[in-house]
C-alpha cells in the first residue's frame, strides 16, 4: 500500500471513532467506511452491503491504519 497522505490519515482517524466497537454508531459511519476501502483499495463494495465478512475487512482496514502494530524488540527474552 503506498504513504497515505495526512487527510487520509485523519479520515480514518474520524471514521474509527465511528466503528471501533464492531458496530457502526450509525448508517454514516458504515457507509463512510465502505467508500473509504473503496477508494484507497479500488474495489467495489456496495455501500448497502450488510455482508459481516466485507464490513469485517473493511473496519480492519481502517484499524491497521489507525492503530500502529507493536514492533517486536529483537532479542527479546521470553
Known amino acids: 500500500m503506498a504513504k497515505l497522505t495526512k487527510e487520509q490519515k485523519e ?3 474520524y471514521i474509527w471513532e465511528g466503528i471501533k466497537t ?3 454508531k450509525n448508517h454514516h459511519y458504515k457507509v463512510e467506511m465502505i467508500k473509504f ?3 484507497l483499495n479500488t474495489t467495489s463494495y456496495k455501500v448497502t452491503t450488510s455482508c459481516g465478512s466485507c464490513l469485517e475487512t473493511c473496519r480492519r482496514f ?3 491504519i489507525v ?3 507493536k514492533r517486536k524488540k529483537k532479542n527479546a527474552k521470553l
Do not use: Q
Open 22 to 24: 464492531g458496530v457502526a
Open 62 to 64: 481502517v484499524e491497521s
Open 11 to 13: 479520515k480514518a482517524a
Open 37 to 39: 476501502y473503496n477508494e
Open 67 to 69: 492503530t500502529k502494530p
